[in-house]
């Protein structure tokens, strides 16, 4: 049978209710601090995270207008180059016809 001494080595063996909900107080402390902790290391991650996202907005925007600009560039570069082109054949046609006339001179 178990008399009081031995329930007395009980309670300091084995937790009891209260000791139980001492420790869960204690530990939604500890865990309160821990979210606290948490938050607050993580809030300069917050702070870049949206520079960040502002920076990549500025960026794309540009990248946007060069790559307007670039093909604007390109259409004018293919008319210039096709414009070239017309006048190097004109050029040509000019030379052959001065060479020939200088060979066959028309008035001497």
């Known amino acids: 049978m178990i008399n009081d001494r031995d329930i007395k080595k009980l309670k300091i063996i084995f937790a009891t209710k209260k000791d139980l909900k001492a420790s869960e107080i204690r530990l939604d402390k500890k865990i309160d601090g821990v979210i606290k902790y948490i938050d607050f290391k993580s809030e300069p991650i917050g702070e870049f995270r949206t520079e960040f996202i502002d920076f990549k907005e500025r960026v794309l925007k540009t990248l946007d207008w060069l ?3 670039f093909k604007k560039f390109d259409k ?4 210039k180059t ?4 017309e006048v190097e054949d004109k050029l040509e046609n000019h030379e ?3 060479k020939n ?5 028309v008035f001497q």
């Open 67 to 69: 790559v307007g600009a």
């Open 101 to 105: 006339l200088e060979r066959n001179p």
């Open 76 to 79: 004018e570069l293919i008319v």
């Open 82 to 85: 096709h414009q070239d082109t």
């Open 96 to 98: 052959t016809r001065i």
